[in-house]
């Protein structure tokens, strides 16, 4: 399983741009390096990552193979109103893991 | 991005320590390698929401609290909440076994505990499970001082000379001793490397480099390796007597688990 840490200030005045932060635990294997006999290890990556807020996006990027392995994070949004952030990342394998954090907004 | 003149206190340290083979660094001149890394690093480290070692605490943590082997027991059904139970554990190893008959490191005694009281198969060296538990652990010594674990038990002298010697001993194809790097060019560059004073005190660390969290015994065959000498086999009783003399080196600075360099 991934681990995943997020930093997202429980509180925020409305109006307010608040700084999320999202670390998480994957290989990012780019399919490009061979293992010790030569051979090809297959690509493993995270592809996509979106941070949804009450629903709404408000952050997606995509993601390669020249990205370093646990790949951090670090964007802003407007406080616009309390509730919850869900961050989402997706990738090879299957690979998909959410979190979310709430925000109260005053 | 510190830069400090160093000459002349060196110089009075070389005139102080004549006779010596080489000058150790003295108590007020030791740098941990935190000191030496720049300030995105360091706020990498800083940060708990950003330091990629803590990915590895919480794996640790999880672990810690799992049942496991035939006994069908967590670490913390003995131990508790290892916020108190293993709080300054990380700062007195390797530490001395009756069993072993010599000094033991922090994965040696964790899988001592996987073996006899969980009785569960022991973990693999730098695998994620044992280097999980070990950070673990670690982290909950963080800013605690290292000791000096020789002044507290006599037995573990003959293996502090071991590793000294070992430290002090050139070799490897470019014929060179760690003591030549770690304490005579401390602050200066290999490559795109500032070289530190080599004290343990952030591990198991994350290593941008390696793109991951590595042990002790990683970092040490990494440098064996860049001295092209023979590395010896994960475990080795001669990694153990060099971390002990690293740490007797250390005692006093503190623990920084997990640490990150780059």
Redesign the interface.
Known sequence: MS?????VPPKAKKGEVVQI?A???H??ETGFRPNSSGVLLPRDIITSFKCLYNGTEVFACEMFPAM???P?LTFHTLATESGTLEFQWTGDNGFSVKESAKIQVE | MRRRPRGFLAALVVAATAGAALAQAPPGERRTGYELLGPTTKAMQDDDMANPGMLWVLDGEALWARPAGSAGKACAGCHGDAAESMKGVAARYPAFDDKAGRPIDLEQRINQCRVDRQEAPALARESRELNALTVFIARQSRSLPIEDVVAKDERLKPFLEAGKALFERRQGQLNLSCAQCHEELWDKHLAGNTISQAHPTGYPQYRLEWQTLGSLQRRLRNCLIGLRAETYAYGAPEYVDLALYLMWRARGLPIEAPAVRP
């Open positions: 681990r995943a840490l997020i930093s932060k670390l998480i635990q290989v990012m370093a392995a646990n951090f």
